[in-house]
């Protein structure tokens, strides 16, 4: 039963699958790795991007991934308006954010997830295109050509988003904004608007990783739910609100996932991400490189 | 003295309560009020038992269902195991819950804020994985539960399932007024507001959270562990759905979590609101409704109704001027 082809092919796919789950995590490692905000409907804006390209995808036939980077914009706007919202009513007055904040968003989430059911149902959708459905032979083991495309997709999503935050002046002002915000409003930099510029970017970047969702594997508006955990912990394992450390930590989460379904089967797949989680928060909660 | 009135009132309240509750039993023929009502009880033991720790300590537990989830299953354990009596199963469920409210709180308490919430989903889904793998009570296919005889004075097992839970929600109003009132309420106040200085103060910090998630859990647990009974039938994913958490989550903020009153009228009014809009429309709209309620209270109305009915509220809970 058990052979090194067969572990060399989980941890192959465990690969490809890590990286689809760095670009599903950036944006986390955005808006709540570096601003601070208890996204915990991050998961929920992700499978919604997933039911725009569904619905363009169906209606118009346009190809998912640039269904994808249409509805971006949309999402940018969207990211301003939560923002918006958020900061009006729990971070300017401080008092008791946390608490309030975070039924805030998880009440988002459910809001969500009801309107996607009302919508479009509770049964799997998927979208088509001609790159789903086929694979590539390598001897023994087979790799789907979707997996492929999500991947070199993801990989270059979050490199391209790296690169943003470290080169360019906006990038930089983000991770400024993160280490001391008080030092920029000294500077005359209004902290407020470079925050909901940043939660903007990590909102728009799931119209894209929405798209590798639903490339991936069909999706349920229920779907959010499992992606808590592997969102939160691929960005608590990273180190908050560092990029490099996402691509390194859902790797290594792609990874333990893979053996795990090709080993035990495909019922304890879903606690992987949840105890790995744990583990991280028990023994190392500053994750591999922490700020 | 007043605080001593105070007692009588509420006592005399609660006896009223479940004579009123054991009499109905006795009188209405129909078993829909029961059917109906049993939920809306099972909500207000739930919201009362979340805000011991989500309300007084200001941890917000996702994990309601976890704990939820265990008494279920204790129960069902018990029950295929030993055939043991209602009775039994509820204090089991209540122990077991406790012993994991000590484990989660040991594992997880330290953990401030968003941490804390996230990783009591985690324990949520990790426990829901192993009774899925759990071949005893089912697996992931669930398990059907033949009710035993029911036994008198009830005529029907639903009525008395009811009483059961007006029960569970007395003692559980009951033990959350008692800690409101007491130094362990005070202290999970004081930590709530500041941590930091509540530990340099002498509070107990640690120990006040853990004795707060033992005895919440312990409660959850034992709301949970009738419903077994209440469907003759369990299985995890429902079990362990996460609409339990966002319902005790949302009564007992959209209540107002500065007294015990709070998450009990947040329930009743949700509650009713669910069982109205399950019947009428749908159960996707109720949910809809419950979500939206929760937004827009913790946006509008921070203190929840109480906080809207009795502004002075605001004063004494926020503890600022």
Known sequence: ?291 | MTKHRNSIVFWAGAAVFLIAVLSMTQIVRNEYPFFAGYVILQFIALAVAWSILGGYAGYVNFGTNAFFGVGVYTAVALFKATGAPLVVQIAAAAVVGMTLGFGVGLLTLRMRGIFFSIATIALAIIIETFVMNWRFVGGAAGIQIQRPPVMAPFDSYVKMLFFVQALLVVIAVSIARYIQNSRIGRGLQALRDDELAAECTGVPTLKLKLVACMISGALISAAGAPAAMYLQYADPSSAFNLSYSVSALAMALIGGTAHWIGPVLGAILLGSTQQLLAVTISSEVNVLVLGIMLVLFVVGAPKGIIGLLRPRYRLRAGGKP
């Open chain 1, 1 to 291: 039963m058990f052979s090194m082809d067969l572990l060399l092919g989980a941890v192959v796919l465990g690969v490809l699958l890590g990286c689809f789950y760095a670009a599903v995590s950036v944006g986390l490692s955005v808006s709540f790795g570096l601003l601070d905000v208890p996204h915990v409907a991050h998961p929920a804006f992700l499978v919604l991007a997933s039911y725009g390209v569904y619905q363009l995808n169906e209606s118009y036939d346009i190809d998912p991934l640039l269904a994808g980077l249409a509805i971006t914009p949309l999402f940018f706007l969207f990211g301003l308006l939560a923002y918006r919202v958020y900061y009006e009513t729990f971070e300017r007055r401080g008092s008791d954010a946390g608490v309030r904040g975070i039924a805030f968003f998880f009440g988002i989430a459910f809001i969500i997830e009801v309107l996607i059911i009302l919508q479009f149902g509770v049964d799997q959708r998927s979208v088509s295109a001609t790159y789903i459905g086929k694979s590539w032979r390598f001897g023994e083991f087979r790799i789907p050509i979707r997996q492929l495309v999500a991947f070199a997709v993801a990989l270059a999503l979050t490199v391209l988003l790296a690169v943003y935050l470290s080169k360019t002046f906006m990038g930089r002002a983000i991770r400024a904004v993160a280490q001391d915000e008080e030092a920029l409003r000294l500077m005359g930099a209004n902290p407020v608007r470079i925050k909901q510029f940043a939660f903007g970017i990590a909102t728009a970047v799931l119209g894209i990783a929405g798209a590798l969702l639903i490339i991936v594997a069909p999706v349920e508006p229920t779907l959010d739910r499992a992606y808590i955990g592997r969102t939160f912990c691929v960005v608590v394992m990273a180190g908050l609100g560092s990029i490099s450390g996402t691509l390194i930590a859902a790797i290594i989460l792609g990874v333990a996932e893979s053996i795990v379904l090709t080993l035990f089967g495909a019922s304890w797949a879903p606690a992987i991400s949840f105890a790995m989680l744990l583990g991280v928060l028990a023994v190392r909660p500053q994750g591999l490189l922490g700020r």
